[in-house]
């Protein structure tokens, strides 16, 4: 079965880059690697997407190697209101482009003054 | 635009009883995806509909269905509840699928008793 694995928690201060990978060994061929943010009692929220090398938008940036077996989700600079939890989401390998999905466990991101 | 509407917002079962979750996506979106998120597991996905077929379906038992209607709008049924399907329900619509961006609703927080 697909492994999704992320740390459990980082603890980060205002003004810091912050880093998150996520593995994902076993990641369908032809999917996307997707990373959400998610504060309490609100559903998750994208933050960007990307299937191999970098992608960049106005809030993070999205780093994948070229064997796409794990990503990295880099938020510069980031403030109080980036403290949540950050999921990344994979397709599962042997499934088509609209297969199952795997959500990584989360990494609650705790950023400090 | 008006975002992914669920309903209700909370709800609580009795072991056994059946259960209808509710999700209108944004406008123009054709595919709805449900979440099952839980302090234990995490989210999980429990299928994804597409213009009225399901696509697929994680690995959850055949109490959990959903349907999509013509206008996209998609219906979760769990039947026979048990205490372990207390959870928070999402559902998330996007215009294709998983290769474009995903809007996740609140969630129902659903209670067995």
């Known amino acids: 079965l697909a492994k999704t694995t992320q740390p459990i928690s980082m603890d980060s201060y205002e003004g810091q880059e912050v880093n998150i990978t996520c593995s994902h060994n076993?990641?369908?061929?032809?999917?996307?690697i997707t990373w959400y943010q998610q504060f309490p009692s609100q559903g998750p929220r994208f933050i960007i997407q990307?299937?191999?090398t970098k992608v960049t938008n106005e809030v993070a940036s999205l780093f994948i190697p070229a064997d796409r077996k794990s990503s990295t989700l880099s938020l510069p600079r980031v403030s109080l209101s980036d403290t949540a939890v950050y999921y990344c989401l994979v397709g599962e390998e042997g499934s088509s482009n609209t297969g199952k999905l795997i959500f990584g466990q989360g990494t609650t991101l705790q950023v400090k003054p | 635009k008006a975002g992914v509407t669920q309903t209700p917002r909370y709800l609580i079962k009795t072991r056994g009883q059946q259960v209808t979750l509710s999700c209108s996506p944004i406008?123009?979106?054709?595919?709805v995806s449900w979440y099952q998120q839980t302090p234990g597991q995490g989210l999980q996905f429990l299928f994804e509909?597409?213009?009225?077929?399901?696509?697929n379906k994680g690995n959850f038992p055949g109490r959990f269905s959903g349907r999509q209607f013509s206008n996209s709008r998609s219906e979760m049924n769990v039947s026979t509840l048990e205490l372990g399907d207390s959870a928070l329900y999402l559902c998330?619509?996007?215009?294709?699928?998983?290769?474009?961006?995903?809007?996740f609703g609140q969630g129902t927080r659903l209670t067995v008793v």
């Open positions: 998330a619509s996007s215009e294709t699928g998983r290769d474009t961006e995903a809007f």
């Open positions: 990307g299937y191999k």
């Open positions: 406008s123009g979106h054709r595919s």
């Open positions: 509909y597409f213009s009225e077929t399901q696509r």
């Open positions: 076993n990641i369908a061929t032809n999917d996307y």
